[in-house]
């Protein structure tokens, strides 16, 4: 019996983060001690979080046109997101165990078309 596909979006980010993404989740799933990638991967979730905040709000935005102010006001808006989420992330992240890391690196690869 065939499953369905759940609904889904996506979001294209550089080569260079998908290259970055690929490497460490690939030392993620190989590490006797995956916990060691913990900042590493926080960092990485910062990165991704940063590179869809850009495209799901701020490229339409760009696209629009929408006037400058408007524009200045949604990057700083999206800055500040970060820099509040950034500490919360890696505090979470770093207290995390190799099992859990190995099933938030599924969970990303899952996340990957």
Known sequence: MPTKAKPSLRFFHSTVLRARTDKLLDAIDHDQ???RHADALAALVVALT????????????????VNFVAR??????????????????????GSTDGTQLRIISRHIRQLMA
């Open 50 to 65: 940063e590179a869809g905040l850009d495209y799901y709000f701020l490229k339409p935005l760009n696209l629009a046109k």
């Open 33 to 35: 001690d995956p916990a």
């Open 72 to 93: 200045q006001t949604a990057n700083l808006g999206m800055a500040g997101a970060l820099r509040i989420m950034s500490p919360m992330i890696r505090s979470i992240l």
